[in-house]
């Protein structure tokens, strides 16, 4: 069975966020004060002894308010509690018992799973008994006094949590291709989240920026599992104020630079924009694996040329990116979404694949033999005398030649788009690091100096 899940609840600012961060032993939920920060539901793995589950943080529950997001996070909590294990109700304990508070038990009196209720922001142990003991008349029995901030008081909450959770044994575990979802504001991101699954696992809203958190979540396909993360909409740095929306786009960096694989979400109506441009830079630099994920297609008027002549624009604006496969879907509609995670699996497999050195080697002759490195004007030619891959997730192969400089932009362009066609490495960038004979010299140098040592 697949990890259990643990929901956490609670009014707007009570801590949620603190106390899953605390309890995962991470810090990426975003943590401000200010009320409906979290939106959507975001998962975290978290363990305790030998029992491993995953905290579900919600946003704040507010049943008597039908404004702006509220309806919706209310669908969020209550979906993430359908499929939980156990819950635990967050209140605070600085403020004390309020009416939100009750409307809350009430509604969890009547929920078909267990219920723990964590007194947050109880920063004193000897103050936190008193602090919890008014929480005792909600009728969910023990109000356990905690800090999300300092973890005082976690621990005995989580001996209780795990007497509800499955033995260790029971709990099988199967290797996650790790896909981020990225992209400008509103270009479809949480609609293809929700497409995979047929449920509403994000927010979706015309109103730009409804994602702030970076939430995943796990499907599994033909026995393999992938964890899709929705990120928070990636605008110009130079628009982005400090507050929620700063920390949801420094969470979706972290997403990115955490993933096998990227699909880069780019809305067909406004074609690849400058904004795209540096995204796709991004994901290249932190050398991610990745899909082009072309949204909205079925608002596009087309003929039989469009989609070639579509492709032709973007390609011609995404020309060191040519590497990465292109799709063209609705998530609207679930055109084409299933296919995605074939191109998924090809730049997962890729961007871990590893080439032995003689392979390597063949190509760089049959390289040299169409098109022999360059000579300077004093003579001095390029050689390479051998390479071999040094690292995966991104294919690094070293080149060790007699002098770097040697070789300008234009040769090691060549070197690389040969050992794409000789080799395949579609989907994912490959690293070509020139070693001169200085470098190799001074590495023997330090084999022979350890080995005299």
Same mark, same amino acid.
């Given at each position: 069975?697949p ?7 609670? #009014?707007?600012?009570v801590?949620?966020?603190? &106390?899953?961060?605390?309890l ?21 793995r ?32 209550m979906?993430?509690?359908a ?19 009750e409307?809350? +038990?009430?509604?969890l ?8 209720l ?7 142990v ?6 919890? +003991?008014?929480f005792w ?18 621990? !005995? ?11 260790a044994e029971?709990?099988?575990?199967t !290797? ?12 479809? $991101? ?7 699954v ?8 015309p109103i ?16 393999q599992?992938?964890r ?8 110009k740095k130079?628009n ?14 972290k997403?990115?630079?955490?993933s096998?694989?990227?699909?880069l ?5 406004d074609?690849v924009?400058?904004?795209?441009? $540096?995204?796709?830079?991004r ?22 040329y ?5 492709e ?25 979404? !299933? ?7 090809? +730049?997962?497999?890729?961007h ?7 392979v ?7 390289a ?9 004007r004093?003579?001095r030619?390029?050689k ?13 192969? +070293?080149?060790? &030649? ?9 040769? #090691?362009?060549y ?7 000789s080799l395949g ?5 490959i ?10 010299d ?12």
């Open positions: 069975m990890l259990p899940t643990v929901a956490i609840i609670g #009014r707007p600012n801590g949620k966020s603190t &106390v899953v961060n605390r995962a032993g991470v810090q990426d939920a975003i943590v401000y004060d200010q009320p409906g920060v979290t939106r959507d539901r975001t998962y975290k978290a363990f305790w002894g030998d029992r491993e589950f995953q905290v579900v943080d919600t946003g704040g529950l507010v049943f008597d308010d039908d404004t702006e997001f509220l309806p919706l996070i209310r669908e969020q909590a979906a993430a509690l499929e939980s294990i156990a819950a635990v109700f967050v209140v605070d304990g600085q403020i004390g018992l309020t009416s939100a508070d409307e809350i +038990a009430t509604w009196r009547q929920q078909p799973v267990p219920v723990l964590a007194v947050n922001k109880c920063e004193s000897e103050q936190g008994v008193t602090q919890a +003991a008014e008349q909600l009728g969910l029995g023990e109000p356990y006094p905690i800090s999300g901030i300092h973890g005082n008081g976690t621990g !005995e909450l989580l001996d209780q949590l795990i007497t509800y959770l499955p033995p029971e709990i099988s575990e !290797e996650e291709i790790r896909v981020a979802i990225a992209g400008r504001p509103n270009v479809g $991101k949480s609609s293809l989240l929700n497409a995979f047929g449920e509403t696992r994000s927010i979706v809203s730009s920026g409804t994602t702030r958190d970076a939430i995943d979540m796990l499907v599994e396909r033909d026995g599992t992938y899709l993360v929705d990120t928070a909409g990636i605008r130079k982005v104020e400090y507050g929620p929306e700063f920390f949801g786009i420094n969470r979706a960096f997403a990115i630079d955490r096998d694989v990227v699909l979400v780019i809305d067909a109506l074609g924009t400058e904004q795209d441009q $540096k995204l796709a830079g994901i290249a630099d932190e050398g991610r694996g990745c899909v082009i994920v072309v949204n909205k297609w079925d608002a596009v008027e087309k003929d039989s469009t989609i070639y002549d579509y032709k624009i973007m390609r011609d604006r995404l020309h060191f990116f040519d590497w990465a496969e292109v799709i063209f879907i609705s998530a609207k509609t679930g055109q084409r979404v !299933e296919k995605i995670l074939d191109l998924v699996n090809v +730049a997962a497999e890729q871990k694949r590893r080439v032995t050195t003689s390597i080697n063949e190509v760089l002759e049959d040299a033999r169409w098109h022999s490195p360059p000579t300077t004093q003579g030619q390029g390479i005398y051998y390479g071999t891959q040094v690292s995966s997730r991104p294919p690094t192969i +070293a080149l060790f &030649v007699n002098d770097p400089a040697l070789f300008n932009d234009n040769y #090691r362009r070197v690389e788009r040969q050992f794409r066609q490495f579609a989907g994912t960038p690293r070509l690091l020139w070693r001169g004979k200085k470098v190799r001074m590495e023997r140098g330090n084999v022979n100096r350890a080995t005299r040592v």
